[in-house]
Structures are given as structure tokens and as C-alpha cells.
Nanobody
């Protein structure tokens, strides 16, 4: 069982920045995908960005391209989501997720508890 813990959320003014972290316990992300998702009140959960099995960031949502950057550290057990030029519509609970097996595709298996990001106008 892998546990994921997100941190770094908070309240920020529009145009500001936040950096979210996702720490995996008991395992690294090497050879596993890591995804960042968000869910705003009354909306469905959507993918924000992902890091593939070899550590390449991909799957950026159109709404965050050019503003958000997904990465992970060299040790491989911490993922990051750098969020710049934040907008009120970025307000949501942000989750990280990963897989139970290497080189997996499709749905993610493990999810963090989420961290709230609130952007004021």
C-alpha cells in the first residue's frame, strides 16, 4: 500500500504562485505514473498534469499550460506542481495519484487526501 501526502496549498491572490508537493511513502515514483488532479465545488475531477513512467511531464490541461509545471525530485519519491499566475478559476482541491504497478495505464490506484488551493480575485 502506498500513501500519498500532498502539501503546499493555501490562499493566494490572483497572479500569485504556489508549489504543491506530493510525498510517497514506502516507494518512489520511478517507473510509475504520477498525476495531479483537481476538483472544484460542483465540478467533476479533472486532470491537471501528469508525470509519466520515466519522469517526463505530460498531459497538461489546456487551462494550465504555460502556467503550471509538474516535476519530481531525483530521489523519485516527491512530486511537485509549480503553479504560477494563478487565477480564481484555479480554486479547487488538488490531489496527487499514482499506480500500483509499474508501466500501468488507465485509471490511477492510489490517491492523496488533497490540499485546498484558493485564489482570490
Amino acid at each position: 500500500q502506498v500513501q500519498l501526502v500532498e502539501s503546499g496549498g493555501g490562499l493566494v491572490q490572483a497572479g500569485g504562485s504556489l508549489r504543491l508537493s506530493c510525498v510517497a511513502s514506502g516507494r518512489t515514483f520511478n517507473n510509475y505514473r504520477m498525476g495531479w488532479f483537481r476538483q472544484a465545488p460542483g465540478k467533476e475531477r479533472e486532470i491537471v498534469a501528469a508525470i509519466n513512467w520515466i519522469g517526463v511531464a505530460t498531459n497538461y490541461a489546456n487551462s494550465v499550460k504555460g502556467r503550471f509545471t509538474a516535476s519530481r525530485d531525483n530521489a523519485g519519491n516527491t512530486g511537485f506542481l509549480q503553479m504560477n499566475n494563478l487565477k480564481p478559476e484555479d480554486t479547487a482541491v488538488y490531489y496527487c495519484a499514482t499506480d500500483s504497478t509499474k508501466w500501468k495505464t488507465g485509471t490511477y490506484d492510489y490517491w492523496g487526501q488533497g490540499t485546498q488551493v484558493t485564489v482570490s480575485s
